[in-house]
């Protein structure tokens, strides 16, 4: 990023999407809108199609349009500071006000993600369910010269080591610290006989029933709500069923798994 309202921009776009892609799209919107009254008088359905490959577009495309307005608005023109100031920006939560603060104002404080949320729990760092509370206890953890380093280290073993579907734990330097290692090991074991289960079955009954067992018995899945970047925990099938709306439209969801397999 050039500009801090770009990085507040790049920060959204990276909700429920990779770096690697928010990079892609950024340079063709800060070409179009090179400037921050130019993207805060965009056309929305504009904006839409530049950052489409993001996902949750629609959503994402109003926010920066609204934030850079609120910008000029009330901030003057610039990324505000606080913590308080921040969350009053459309689009912004809690991981991307942190971000701003740490990498703009350089202050102690760590912007807790998918990747660090997921690795501070399994390391046993924090044993929070929430993003707020994960991001207590590693606030308290690390000490102030720290935080912005751990924030990276986090992101960075979550995204490349500790990996939400098949973490690298045989391989992993934190082995011996780590509170989750002998788990994951095992159920690396168990999913590995589990796939070979998938691909054995003959219909979807047989691989929801053989999914239903797997999931109650030992996966916790989490779903992010993108409005409030709040992590939801289901402990069974049967829960996260449910989110879908109705058994029906989970068990059409969970019907891919066979070919995926």
């Not at 939400?164 to 002998?182: N, S, Y």
Request: glycine share 8%; hydrophobic share 40%; aromatic share 8%.
């Amino acid at each position: 990023y050039g500009k801090d309202y770009e990085l507040m921009i790049a920060v959204r776009l990276s909700a429920q999407c990779t770096d690697a892609r928010v990079n892609l799209v950024t340079p063709a919107l800060f070409t179009a809108y090179p400037t921050l009254e130019a993207m805060a008088g965009a056309d929305i359905a504009h904006i839409e199609e530049l950052v489409h490959s993001c996902g949750f577009y629609k959503h994402k495309a109003r926010d920066i349009v609204l934030g850079c307005q609120m910008l000029l608005t009330d901030y003057n023109g610039k990324v505000p500071g606080t913590m308080e100031e921040l969350l009053r920006i459309p689009g912004v939560g809690r991981k991307t006000a942190n971000v701003i603060a740490s990498i703009i104002y350089n202050k102690p404080v760590i912007a807790v993600d998918t990747h660090v949320f997921r690795g501070s729990r399994r390391i046993g760092l924090s044993d929070g369910t929430t993003v707020e509370a994960v991001e207590k206890d590693l606030t308290a953890g690390f000490a102030e010269e720290l935080r912005g380093k751990a924030h990276h280290w986090l992101i960075l073993h979550g995204r490349y080591v500790c990996t939400a579907r098949k973490p690298k734990c045989a391989t992993c330097g934190l082995q011996g610290f780590c509170q989750d290692v002998t788990d994951i090991l095992r159920l690396q074991r168990e999913n590995t006989r589990a796939k070979e289960d998938f691909q054995k079955a003959s219909d979807t009954a047989a691989i929801y029933a053989r999914l239903q067992a797997i999931t109650g018995n030992f996966i916790v899945v989490y779903d992010v709500d993108p409005q409030t970047s709040r992590y939801r925990e289901f402990s069974s099938t049967d829960d996260y069923l449910e989110s879908f709306g109705t058994a029906k439209e989970g068990q059409d969801f969970f019907s891919s798994v066979r070919k995926d397999a």
